[in-house]
């Protein structure tokens, strides 16, 4: 059963453009979201976050939506750069269980065009 | 410089052995995490620790074992009762009671059982 979810495995975009990931999660206890970044044989690296009292956060070229009652959060990216080429993972945050864990979705391909 | 140190970043471990893939933070994070990542998914949570001397299960805890004798070591173990051991292991750690919110990982280890 998976608690983050990203529907779409991969996504093109002219460079330039605007680049949109979504995610949606299920579980109403996360408190923060977070976008991470992967390339290949590489750690994840943290882009972006919003916490689950906020419904917009901007960073530069990024920007992290988050529709609560949706359960849906999206990150754009403006304007997208071949750079930004790589794997992008959605992440949720709470206490799980037992402590702070985080939740990873499957990940989603973005591939820019030059 | 701060950071999580994984090593070996390649690994090769024969059927039936047993292996232990290293993770050593310098970030004074109290909180530690194993991830395994496989192709087309995401990072799905191995084991986890709160505190030193003290770590909870994941959702694949299954033929893995850690220990969290010091703050900045958490060491994975992959025992032989691992069925599908070949994956990229990433560890990560956050700093949650300083209010920290986004998890740090490291360069990640891909194990292939020969």
């Known amino acids: 059963d998976q608690q983050v979810k990203q529907n779409s495995p991969s996504l093109s975009v002219q460079e330039g453009r605007i680049s949109i990931l979504n995610c949606d999660y299920t579980n109403s206890m996360f408190d923060y979201f977070l976008w991470y970044k992967k390339y290949p044989a590489e750690g994840p690296t943290f882009l972006i976050s919003?916490?689950?009292?906020?419904d917009k956060n901007e960073d530069g070229r990024f920007t992290v939506f988050l529709n609560k009652s949706a359960k849906h959060l999206s990150l754009h990216i403006v304007p997208s750069q071949p750079g930004d080429s790589a794997v992008y993972f959605c992440a949720a945050s709470g206490v799980i269980n037992y402590g702070q864990n985080f939740v990873f979705g499957p990940g989603t391909r973005l591939s820019v065009l030059p | 410089d701060g950071g999580i140190t994984q090593s070996p970043k390649y690994l090769f471990r024969k059927e039936g052995q047993n292996v232990t893939l290293s993770c050593e933070q310098n970030l004074n994070h109290d909180a530690m995490y194993w991830y395994r990542q496989d192709p087309g998914q995401g990072l799905r949570l191995i084991y986890y620790?709160?505190?030193?001397?003290?770590?909870q299960k994941g959702d694949i805890a299954e033929g893995y074992s850690v220990s969290r004798e010091k703050k900045e070591s958490f060491p994975l173990t992959v025992t032989s009762a691992q069925k599908n051991p070949t994956a990229f292991y990433l560890c990560?750690?956050?700093?949650?009671?300083?209010?920290?919110?986004?998890?740090?990982f490291g360069q990640g280890t891909r194990l292939t059982v020969v």
């Open positions: 919003i916490s689950s009292i906020k």
């Open positions: 620790s709160q505190i030193v001397n003290d770590f």
């Open positions: 990560a750690s956050s700093n949650p009671g300083r209010g920290n919110t986004e998890a740090f």
